[in-house]
Nanobody
Framework: QVQLVESGGGLVQAGGSLRLSCLASGRTFSSSPMGWFRQAPGKEREFVAAISWSGGRTYYADSVKGRFTISRDNSKNTVYLQMNSLKPDDTAIFYC???????????????WGQGTQVTVSS
């Protein structure tokens, strides 16, 4: 069974940085595009960033372009999200998942993990 374990969240001041990690186990990690999503209090879960299986292509929500960078290390079964210039609006629980990429549509297709909490203070 596939397991995704997110880590790296925490409390940071506005303008600060965090690096999230997502460790996958239970299947061939390198064959699947992966993505990060987030859910803020009282809001629906939303797409943040995605990366192709090779790492050669990346995709970002407009709200994080230029501030967040997604990457992956297939030898470690891990996908990362480097978050810089954090804003209070970035406060959310962040999740990773396998994704399906069809044109401009990126959809989560796996089971959700526990997520990792990111809190940005003003």
């Amino acid at each position: 069974q596939v397991q995704l374990v997110e880590s790296g969240g925490g409390l940071v001041q506005a303008g600060g940085s965090l690096r999230l990690s997502c460790l996958a186990s239970g299947r061939t990690f390198s064959s699947s595009p992966m993505g990060w999503f987030r859910q803020a209090p009282g809001k629906e879960r939303e797409f943040v960033a995605a990366i192709s299986w090779s790492g050669g292509r990346t995709y970002y929500a407009d709200s994080v372009k230029g501030r967040f960078t997604i990457s992956r290390d297939n030898s470690k079964n891990t996908v990362y999200l480097q978050m810089n210039s954090l804003k209070p609006d970035d406060t959310a629980i962040f999740y990773c998942n396998d994704v399906q990429i069809r044109g401009a549509t990126i959809s989560p297709i796996g089971s959700w993990g526990q997520g990792t909490q990111v809190t940005v203070s003003s």
